[in-house]
């Protein structure tokens, strides 16, 4: 055997055979490289003969925690203003939080960015969340430096630096922040959650999905759901179920290794979606209306601390008309029909209920590791992402991807699912009066970062062996950033300056763990914040805050002319007396800090364009667009980020078929679900293309007049558009084809924006989650035959030349 004493290493290094490295931390990581190893480090004896050497297994020893350390537990809620939950007043019973907050401390002034991709970007990173890319969701990513929606290597996450220093990391539930364009089979995962750090995860990649037939992915894999909503399936229990497993498993290898679970339910966003036992809990409930319900919210949350005496309950809609997005206004519940009043107090109900039921989910969570030992040493955070989410519009939507559509909802279409809600027959969400109520005694909602009813949020931390004082409030001013600088300070982890060989960007936070030995009203370490949300924008400072009056999604741009409001907020919790006209040094000043934090946080150029406009922007991916998209049964689903685009044009399908039986049925073509989207199936020997128009009955259909006999075909069908409607609807005539002739046709409309962003993918051979089109069950497997491939073709080719080029390329197979 040839020598390896380190001489030779030498030479082989000089000859750019291998690369070490020179700079390595003093303490091997949980991912080091053995060839990184230096010379210095080892300290073993290498010779000839193995027999005369000493191995050095130090070296090469995956970095253990510290004997002590504990288990770090984050439970991140979506949607869910600050007067929702009980702990704080509000009227939604969440028992598990309430017990933790009885065991722990609960925090009155914690504040995210006002949208979910953001704050989670913060959350892991303890970054800004323009630092990682994320100005708002990923599907809003539009290229600028800090809105690529992709977060970068310089924002190493927290599971990234606790799994190299010797904790298990876990993910569980939802991501929303890969890349819209990355969430495809064949696409890079770099930002999939176990190449960020996260030794398992199980849950969607999306923003949202269907509690009922959830978009899951387990791993770096896209599975099915374990069971149907017939068998009990709900994905808030499955979530736990799996939390359970992934903490079990461990513990069987493992038992002396602390772990770290990211737990993201789908509660409280929309969908909206709970068993029928839990709605029912709230019946009657919220019968009062959203009005009553901030008059009554206010005084118990003074009560309980949450808010200090004296606290203005501010007004529903304070933004000037000539400034307010019409679509988040808030209809005076005394100016309300009784079926809306009726309609708007279940959709409330069904909310509470989901709420409910998915804090009793994560209490079988706590309860297990209650009875296994594991309480004590967990630290343990409870909190929402943003404030309640206006996204229902003031009328409430039974399919709020109406909403991502620019779409109105309308009452008499809503009441006919009033007794349905919540079940897999809606998508659905509250109207804007909630959001409002929900986010009290602050203005606005989600989206509004502005306002403090877009960014206050709950938040309980739990620590029963390291926090002495129990059930205790905390006052002190904090942000979303705060947080992985708190975990680290707590297991005693130090934030590297370069992490695998990339500087990193400072932290933007400071540890909350001062707190945790502080009084309720000592002052905060937190010193400035900035914020920015589609085209709204404000700075907090030393208990002082600007404001810039703007509202999101409106696409008036303008943003020279903005005015600014000065609220003194450690005065007045709600904003409700502008300062501006008393102090306009103050004013002054905030607004030049704002501009200094924008520019140091790459927070320019502000985008405030409308949900359609942002949510279509063609994004760049590892396949460039084409004319033509070809799909094979036996994949799977193809999320619509990646999917043929036919939004706003015309377009064609064909699909190659070889029906061998008589009783051939089931779907050649499936995109999105029952509350968009589009299918073309075979059913009682007739061919049928669905489009379902957000879900507006009675669904678009076309039949062939004629039955299909066994034998070769080219099915498709054509749609030509003509004109576009009053809500950007695209209006045109649809063609439905066996071969070369048209077997059906007539007048239809196709959405303006996507089919969901709950990623229903496009399917061959059958339809995954929730079926298109009533007339068949998901998933709709076809049988009797076989489907060679599907087309889709969005160019200007005549339909029946793609048919003669369809029908040759099946002889040829």
């Keep these: 055997m040839r020598s390896r004493n380190f001489a030779t290493l030498k030479r082989v290094a000089a000859s750019g055979l291998l690369l070490c490295s020179l700079q390595l931390p003093q303490r091997i990581n949980a991912q080091a490289d053995p060839q990184k190893v230096t010379k210095e480090q080892f300290k073993g004896v290498i010779k000839l003969d193995v027999r005369d050497s000493k191995a050095d297994w130090a070296s090469y020893t995956p970095k253990k925690a510290p004997a002590g350390s504990p288990n ?64 708002a969701i990923t599907e809003a990513a539009d290229g600028f430096p800090g809105a690529h929606g992709r977060i970068p290597a310089q924002c190493a996450t927290i599971g990234q630096i606790l ?40 849950g969607f990649l999306g923003g949202e999905t269907n509690q009922w037939y959830p978009d899951l992915t387990e791993d770096n894999h896209f599975v099915d759901q374990p069971y149907s909503p017939e068998e009990g399936y709900h994905l808030s229990k499955d979530l736990a179920d799996k939390a359970m497993e992934f903490i079990r498993d461990q513990k069987a290898t493992n038992p002396s290794k602390p772990w770290f679970l990211w737990y993201c339910p789908g509660a409280n966003h929309a969908p909206h979606h709970a068993p029928a036992e839990y709605i029912a809990k709230y019946k009657g409930k919220f019968d009062d209306g959203y009005d009553a319900y901030r008059k009554w919210v206010v005084p118990r949350m003074i009560a309980k601390g949450i808010i200090p005496a004296g606290t203005v309950l501010t007004d529903f809609n304070p933004l000037p008309p000539n400034i307010a997005n019409p679509g988040d206004y808030v ?28 804090d009793a989910q994560v209490g079988r969570v706590i309860d297990y590791l209650e009875k296994t030992g594991q309480l004590d040493n967990t630290l343990i955070l409870y909190a929402a992402d943003n404030g309640a989410s206006g996204e229902g519009s003031p009328n409430g939507s039974v399919n709020e ?69 129990h059930g205790e409030i905390r006052n002190q001013y904090h942000h979303s950033t705060d947080i992985m600088p708190t975990i680290l300070d707590v297991c005693g982890v130090e934030m590297p300056t370069t992490f695998n060989g990339i500087g990193q960007y400072p932290l933007s936070g400071v540890s909350m763990r001062y707190t945790f030995d502080a009084k309720p009203n000592d002052p905060t370490k937190k010193h400035i914040q900035y914020y920015s949300m589609l085209g709204t924008r404000a700075l907090w400072k030393d208990g002082w805050k600007a404001v810039a009056l703007h509202a999101p999604l409106t696409g008036k741009g303008k943003f020279d002319q903005d005015e600014w409001e000065l609220y003194h907020v450690d005065l007045d919790r709600s904003e409700s007396k502008n300062l501006a006209k008393e102090n306009p040094q103050k004013l002054k000043e905030l607004i030049n800090d704002w501009m200094e934090e924008a520019e140091k946080n790459l927070v320019l150029p502000l985008d405030d364009r409308t949900a359609v ?37 015309s377009y064609k399908i064909l699909a190659d078929v070889d029906i061998k039986n008589a009783n051939a049925s089931g779907v050649i073509f499936a995109h999105g679900s029952r509350f968009g989207g589009h299918t073309l199936f075979i059913k009682n020997n007739r061919l049928y293309y669905v489009y379902n128009f957000l879900g507006i009955k009675p669904e678009q259909k076309f039949m062939s007049s004629v039955a299909l006999k066994p034998g070769k075909y080219t099915l498709g069908m054509e749609f030509i558009r003509e004109s576009t409607g009053e809500h950007g609807e695209q209006i045109g005539k649809a063609k439905l084809y066996i071969n070369d002739k048209v077997v059906a046709e007539g007048p239809m409309k196709t959405q ?7 990623g229903d993918g496009l399917c061959v051979g059958f339809d995954s989650g929730d079926a298109v089109s009533q007339e068949y069950k998901s998933p709709g497997k076809f049988t009797g035959g076989t489907i060679l491939g599907v087309g889709v073709s969005v160019g200007k080719q005549e339909y029946n030349d793609l048919q003669k080029e369809a029908q040759r390329a099946f002889q040829k197979d």
């Design 752 to 758: 303006p924006g996507k089919f969901t962003l709950a």
């Design 613 to 649: 406009e942002v949510l279509t922007i063609e994004r760049p991916s590892e396949e460039a667009p084409r004319e033509t998209y070809v799909y094979y049964p036996g994949t799977a689903p193809v999320p619509e980020g990646v999917a043929v685009n036919v939004r706003g044009r």
């Design 401 to 469: 991807n109406k909403f991502f559509n620019g779409y109105p909802d309308e009452l008499s279409e809503n009441l006919k699912y009033l007794d349905k809600l919540g079940s897999p027959d809606t998508y659905e969400h509250y109207p804007t009066g909630w959001a409002a109520a929900f986010s009290s005694p602050n203005k606005m909602f989600k989206r509004y970062s502005e306002y403090a009813g877009g960014t206050a949020d709950p938040l309980v931390i739990c620590w029963p062996k390291g926090i002495k004082v």
């Design 72 to 135: 770090v537990l984050f439970i991140l809620y979506d949607d869910t203003g600050i007067a929702a939950w009980s702990p704080y007043g509000g009227r939604i019973q969440m028992p598990t939080l309430q017990k933790l907050a009885d065991r722990g401390l609960l925090y009155t002034q914690w504040h995210t960015t006002a949208l979910c991709s953001p704050t989670r970007a913060t959350l892991l990173t303890g970054r800004n969340q323009h630092l990682t890319g994320n100005a």
């Design 163 to 202: 799994q190299q220093n010797g904790w298990s990391t876990f993910w569980i539930g939802k991501d929303h922040n890969v890349p819209e364009q990355d969430v495809a089979s064949g696409a890079s995962r770099k930002q999939w959650p176990v190449q960020m750090g996260f030794d398992r995860y199980y």
């Design 331 to 358: 209809k005076p519940w005394d100016q309300l029909k009784p079926d809306e009043k009726k309609l708007f107090s279940r959709l409330a109900e069904v909310y509470a209920g989901f709420s409910e039921y998915t």
